[in-house]
């Protein structure tokens, strides 16, 4: 507890103090930093903004559950940066604006394609926040005994400080301390925990050992086990080759399409050092998505060797009743399933009435009934005590939960504020803003962001329901945002009736989709060539897209300069001396470095 | 257009471009939906240390390629960009 307090304490206090030193004093500040980040901080501030609350509390956990079929968020969630360093930083960061609705509604000459941008951006980043603003309040709820809502509060206000006064610029340097916290957190209880099993200390390596003293791999270990209880083998799945081809693709499409991330590769200074800085930022993602399958084998492990067959106590003075059991001749249940069992997110229910707590999968041998339901998200936050390791590195833990979902959610915030001040406000409703004003609107649509965000979080208080909606968030920005982006830089006759046509369809289809598939028929079997709600945006995007590039033919082919504009992203160095003299460009035009920045 | 001190070849440098990252593409594919899905069970029969060789591709391998895949393609990127006058 103490430990928890410290690490919290002092990690918020960094991320404030960062917050007071690096202030926006321009909308250029603001939104992209100045400019002029380095690509391998911008690499780290990009890991801390992608790797959310979902990334560091739920996916080793849903990799534990799902074994192989876990795969899909490892490839996916990485895959994408290749995506992104080959289709569309360099060519984005070429173009030299704010946001990803300033390059739709540019390039497509339309301030319809632009407002439908903004809402593809705006749906998708709240969808997303929600997500870790919960994050935040269970962390808090369960580790310093504040109520969930409260931590939301603190939460709340600790973005509120660097995203309202520091913007892209204070989110920068706040992110890169975060990523140091998370990935510290990340790895030393996986090392201490690879180290236990395997005696391996390098938890990649670890995930391909042999157990320790033991003549059998990890996995083929895990693998019996886990078949006897009547689980489905670790290394495989019982989902189809083609929905888990259809998930990977739509977190790749979605991952390279998130409006978030792509930001965040504006704020370097030119179209290669966006290349090498989206390879640092995968780099830096790697660190982590390479430990999370290892965690994820060690956690099933760990939980079903620590909790199966032992004799579950009933009342509240643990000590003593765990002794009357050990001096029995039995083992009793571990004192880490006690303390989580209050959060609800464990339970035990005595099928048989033997007094055992038995996990059982759909086809145990043994015909007995599964007992123990234990929910995903604790795999990760629960492994150091279900490890039993020292009390600071679970402090460490919690530090790093409420770094991974803080770093994210300034990141959506800034994405938020930045369509609702620049591309709603100055370049479609009240044209001719100034500077000053259009930063005074991004301070209030980021301040207004975070308490709606806060608001989502409270009424979402399950992980499991945000893990659906995150669907959401991926496959919109799969099937509206990456096609007319990719086809905007890759294809020049692409215009403004084929960018229409092609978002509004990928938005509705896919929102539709999903919807259907999530709330109406939750019926598999009725799935569009068996593939699941989380995959469908991967099916949906090339509709779009070939929707688009129908429509374009059929209409006429857009304006000479959008042409030009065209050719001159993809050439690094052309843009940024012709762009310059876009009457469009504003803040950028009041921006004059000085030149030891 | 045309202030451009030295001599750009905005074709070539584009064309070579799209070469280049087509050929990244294959790789990539081949990594996660090739090894990872498709070939699965075929590479599972093969084991990396103490683990099957698809998954290990799956939860791993794929994204170690990916990493080198990014920095091979800065790195030829500044290649093209010198042979092409590009400066970027």
Redesign the interface.
């Known amino acids: 507890m103490d430990w928890t307090i410290f690490f919290v304490v002092a990690s918020f206090g960094t991320y404030i103090g960062i917050a007071l030193w690096a202030r926006a004093g321009s909308t250029n500040d603001f939104y992209v930093a100045g400019h002029d980040v380095h690509p391998m901080i911008n690499g780290m501030a990009t890991a801390a903004d992608w790797m959310s609350a979902a990334s560091f509390l739920s996916m080793a956990g849903l990799i534990a559950s799902l074994g192989y079929g876990g795969s899909v968020y490892l490839m996916g969630w990485t895959g994408g940066y290749v995506l992104l360093a080959l289709l569309l930083a360099p060519f984005l960061r070429e173009f030299g604006k704010f946001t990803v609705p300033d390059f739709v509604g540019d390039r497509y000459y339309s301030t319809a394609a632009r407002v439908i941008a903004v809402i593809c951006a705006l749906f998708v980043s709240f969808t997303y926040i929600a997500g870790q603003m919960s994050g935040v309040g269970i962390a808090f709820s369960r580790f310093l005994g504040v109520d969930f809502n409260t931590g939301i509060l603190v939460g709340m206000g600790i973005v509120f400080v660097y995203a309202v006064l520091g913007g892209m610029k204070g989110v920068t340097y706040t992110q890169v301390a975060q990523y140091c916290v998370l990935i510290f957190a990340y790895t030393v209880p996986a090392i201490f925990i690879s180290m236990m099993i395997t005696g391996n200390p390098v938890p990649q390596l670890g995930f391909i050992s042999n157990v320790r003293g033991e003549d059998v791999s990890m996995l083929e270990n895990l693998n019996q086990v886990v078949t006897e209880l009547g689980f489905i083998e670790y290394t495989s799945t019982n989902k189809s080759w083609i929905d888990v081809f259809a998930i990977t693709g739509a977190l790749m499409f979605g991952t390279a399409g998130l409006p978030h991330v792509i930001i965040r590769f504006f704020t370097v200074s030119s179209a290669s050092a966006a290349r090498v800085s989206a390879g640092w930022a995968l780099v830096f993602i790697a660190l982590l998505y390479t430990v999370a399958p290892a965690v994820g084998a060690f956690a099933r492990y760990n939980i079903i060797d620590t909790v199966n067959e032992t004799t579950y106590i009933e009342t509240d003075d643990y000590a003593v009743a765990a002794e009357g059991i050990t001096s029995d001749g039995g083992t009793p249940v571990p004192e880490w399933f006690k303390n989580w069992e209050r959060t609800g997110l464990v339970g035990f229910e005595d099928m048989n009435g033997d007094g055992l707590m038995q996990i059982r999968g759909p086809n145990a041998p043994d015909g007995l009934a599964n007992e123990v339901t234990i929910n995903n998200d604790i795999s990760v936050l629960a492994s150091p005590e279900i490890a039993q390791l020292p009390e600071w590195v679970i402090g460490l833990m919690v530090a790093g939960g409420l770094a991974a979902a803080l770093s994210t959610a300034a990141g959506l915030l800034m994405v938020i504020s930045s369509a609702i001040s620049h591309d709603l406000c100055r370049r479609t409703l009240f044209k001719g803003m100034s500077d000053k004003t259009e930063l005074r609107i991004a301070r209030v649509a980021a301040a207004g962001a975070v308490a709606a965000a806060g608001l989502m979080g409270m009424n979402t208080a399950k992980l499991a329901f945000v893990a659906q909606v995150v669907a959401f968030a991926f496959g919109l920005a799969a099937a509206s945002l990456f096609p007319i982006i990719f086809l905007g830089i890759f294809w020049k006759r692409m215009n403004k009736e084929g960018a229409i046509a092609s978002m509004a369809f990928g938005l509705i289809s896919t929102f539709s989709y999903i919807y259907y598939f999530k709330f109406v028929d939750t019926d598999p079997s009725h799935w569009f060539l068996g593939v699941s709600p989380e995959g469908i945006g991967f099916v949906f995007m090339f509709f779009s897209a070939i929707i688009g590039i129908v429509v374009s033919l059929l209409t006429a082919p857009p304006p000479q300069e959008i042409q030009d504009l065209v050719e001159d992203i993809r050439v690094p160095g052309t843009r940024t001396r012709h762009g310059s003299v876009d009457e469009d460009m504003g803040p950028m035009d009041d921006h004059t470095p000085t030149p030891a920045e | 257009?045309s202030?451009?001190p030295t001599k750009?070849d905005?074709k070539g440098?584009?064309s070579a471009?799209?070469k280049l990252?087509i050929s990244?593409?294959v790789i990539?594919f081949a990594v996660?939906?090739g090894a990872?899905?498709?070939l699965?069970d075929v590479l599972?029969n093969v084991?990396?240390?103490?683990?099957?060789l698809g998954?290990?591709f799956?939860?791993?391998g794929?994204?170690?390629v990916?990493?080198a895949?990014?920095?091979y393609?800065?790195f030829a990127?500044?290649k093209i960009?010198r042979k092409y006058g590009?400066?970027?």
């Open positions: 257009m202030n451009e750009v905005a440098y584009w471009t799209v990252t990244l593409l990539w996660s939906y990872g899905v498709l699965r599972d084991s990396i240390g103490g683990a099957p998954f290990w799956a939860q791993q794929a994204i170690y990916f990493v895949l990014i920095f393609y800065c990127m500044n960009e590009v400066k970027g």
